[in-house]
């Protein structure tokens, strides 16, 4: 089992910049590839972005291509999310998932473990 707590978000005016944080519970975090989520208000939860177990490799959903990096330190049990050149649209929750699969999925029933979410509002 592995519990997921984020942080980092906030309120941030459109062209900022915030990095989001999740920290992991257990010794087998490095088992997991991990993904970032995000849920506006009346919309489904959507994908944002992937990491796989070594953080070798990335995936990434169109809209943030370019703006939005993610990235683990297993050592720290801790996945990030930096997100640069913000816009209004990407205020939502943003929350990280865990999934002990080693494929880099954007379906979110795919994932097996879910943080509680953090706030991310962007101000124009």
């Known amino acids: 089992q592995v519990q997921l707590v984020e942080s980092g978000g906030g309120l941030v005016q459109a062209g900022g910049s915030l990095r989001l944080s999740c920290a992991a519970s257990?010794?087998?975090?490095?088992?997991?590839?991990m993904g970032w989520f995000h849920q506006a208000p009346g919309k489904e939860r959507e994908f944002v972005a992937a990491?796989?177990?070594?953080?070798?490799?990335?995936y990434y959903a169109d809209s943030v291509k370019g703006r939005f990096t993610i990235s683990r330190d297993n050592a720290k049990n801790t996945v990030y999310l930096q997100m640069n050149s913000l816009k209004p649209e990407d205020t939502a929750v943003y929350y990280c998932a865990a999934d002990a699969s080693n494929i880099l999925r954007r379906i979110a029933y795919e994932y097996d473990y879910w943080g509680q979410g953090t706030q991310v509002t962007v101000s124009s």
């Open positions: 990491i796989s177990r070594s953080g070798g490799n990335t």
């Open positions: 257990g010794r087998t975090f490095s088992s997991y590839t």
